[in-house]
């Protein structure tokens, strides 16, 4: 165990569904991030949170929504998706995002398909 | 614009030797190297970091090397085992402004055979 714990591993939605993914850190880190990945290409950077508050957003589409209520939360609101938005959804954490040369701890993920 | 490569065909070896798994990078300048592995269906995990100013890292039966000139990095997982069959990641960080903002590469796989 990572610390990280991801729900609900497997998620099937349709187009016009609502959802949300959560992920919660017991390590007591003041970051966590959204990343993407999808088949045959490197892991992307969604969203970064600090101490509760959004620090990159790296162009990613509105019907994605982050939420982080407080340091050990986090959401991620999903919208209208399109079938290609299907990949692994992780989550990680680490102590500080702005202190370099640290560590992710991730989660093991939500496979996400979209139909 | 800024790229790195992992050997995107599988890498498959016998139990026993050693595994070495290549990073290579153009257009960045990292203040550091890591290393994951990512079993199937899991997130990755932390294995090694490396820093600019190190040549070589170990752990165990890992070892990292770091040549900012050839801008290249090294993983070797020495006497290997079926165990230790995944997808390795690196993940170079520092490059845009400091701070802990990692890029990934896509992984290779390795395959340990008995």
């Known amino acids: 165990e990572t610390g990280v714990t991801q729900t609900p591993r497997h998620l099937v939605m349709g187009m016009t569904n609502k959802k949300s993914l959560k992920c919660e850190q017991h390590?007591?880190?003041?970051?966590m991030y959204w990343y993407k990945q999808s088949a045959k290409k490197p892991l992307e950077l969604m969203f970064v949170?600090?101490?509760?508050?959004?620090?990159e957003n790296n162009s990613v589409p509105s019907r994605f929504s982050p939420e982080c209520p407080n340091s050990s939360h986090l959401f991620l609101h999903l919208h209208t998706l399109q079938p290609e938005d299907s990949a692994l959804y992780l989550c990680?954490?680490?102590?500080?995002?702005?202190?370099?040369?640290?560590?992710?701890?991730f989660g093991s993920g939500t496979q996400l398909s979209v139909l | 614009s800024q790229k790195i490569e992992q050997n995107s065909e599988a890498l498959n070896i016998q139990e026993g030797k050693t595994a070495t798994l290549t990073c290579n990078y153009t257009n960045y300048s990292p203040a550091y190297l890591q290393w994951y592995r990512q079993d199937p269906g899991r997130g990755p995990v932390f294995l090694l970091l490396i820093r600019e100013n190190e040549k070589e890292k170990r752990k165990e039966r890992l070892k990292v090397t770091f040549d900012t000139t050839l801008k290249q990095s090294l993983f070797h997982i020495t006497a290997s085992q079926p165990a230790d069959s995944a997808t390795y990641l690196c993940a170079l960080g520092g490059v845009t402004g400091g701070g802990n903002k990692l890029t990934f590469g896509t992984g290779t796989q390795l395959k340990v055979e008995l």
């Open positions: 990680a954490s680490s102590q500080d995002p702005d202190r370099g040369f640290e560590k992710l701890f």
């Open positions: 390590l007591g880190h003041n970051a």
């Open positions: 949170y600090s101490l509760e508050e959004r620090v």
